[in-house]
């Protein structure tokens, strides 16, 4: 089975699955209590025979963008695969629109 965890670091909260199949499990984590409105849809949901994926992420912050923070965990039969970290946001000189952005 292949797994693939997404978090978000804005600080520890809830977890939640996107889609479970027999190949392939999404979820996320949110390291806050906050609850937030947090959409990610991931098409199709599954490894099998399917080279390119689609996804989407819609996400209303409740506060400034100036910290944004993601890292994936990729394990396959159960053995770690990927670990990747990816500051997004830093407050200076961020390459992205989305830095900065005001709440709502």
């Known amino acids: 089975m292949f797994g693939f965890l997404f978090f978000?670091?804005?600080?520890?909260?809830?977890?939640?699955?996107?889609?479970t199949?027999?190949?392939?499990?999404?979820?996320?984590?949110?390291?806050?209590?906050t609850p937030h409105t947090f959409t990610f849809n991931v098409t199709p949901c599954?490894?099998?025979n399917k080279p390119i994926w689609k996804a989407a992420l819609t996400w209303v912050p409740w506060s400034d963008?100036?910290?944004?923070?993601?890292?994936?965990?990729?394990?396959?039969?159960?053995?770690?695969?990927?670990?990747?970290?990816?500051?997004?946001c830093s407050g200076a000189d961020d390459q992205y629109s989305v830095c900065g952005a005001?709440?709502?």
Do not use: N
């Open 46 to 48: 599954t490894m099998a």
């Open 8 to 19: 978000v670091l804005i600080t520890p909260g809830a977890s939640e699955f996107l889609c």
């Open 65 to 88: 963008i100036t910290f944004l923070k993601t890292i994936f965990h990729v394990w396959y039969d159960g053995a770690k695969a990927l670990h990747w970290r990816q500051v997004l």
């Open 102 to 104: 005001l709440k709502g």
């Open 21 to 33: 199949s027999s190949d392939l499990e999404l979820s996320y984590t949110f390291c806050d209590a």
